[in-house]
Each structure stands twice: as C-alpha cells, then as structure tokens.
C-alpha cells in the first residue's frame, strides 16, 4: 500500500526567489512540495517555479508517525 496526499495549495516563485522562500522550506510532518519548473507554451526559457503543497491523509488503520 502507498501513502494517500491531498493537495492544500500551489504557488509560483521566480527562479530566482525560491532559495529564500520560507514557506517552500518550512518544515512539517506529512508535508509533501513538489518543484517543478513552470514551462510556457512558448518554448522561452522559464523564469518560474510551480509549488504544489500537500498533506499525509492519515489511516485510522495506519496513523501517520513522526521520526523520533
């Protein structure tokens, strides 16, 4: 079995800002960021960063555990 996500937000940063965007890097239990480049139909040479948030669905079966 996988674990189940459910997407809470997204974002776009410039290229350029992302390294010093706190909420990309905060640091959560069950929080899952996807990066990827935000690519223009044009073909140009992206200048963006799309930021897809999502949180662990926790399982009644399967409750979700923080490392120790």
């Not at 809470?8 to 965007?21: C, F, L, P, R, S």
Request: proline content about 6%; charged content about 20%.
């Amino acid at each position: 079995g996988g674990l189940t996500y459910r997407v809470t937000g997204w974002d776009k940063y410039a290229k350029t800002a992302i390294g010093t965007a706190a909420g990309v890097w905060a640091s959560k239990p069950g929080r899952l960021v996807v990066i990827t480049c935000l690519q223009l139909p044009s073909g140009e040479e992206p200048v963006d960063n799309l930021v897809i948030t999502g949180q662990l669905v926790e399982d009644a079966r399967r409750p979700f555990q923080t490392a120790a």
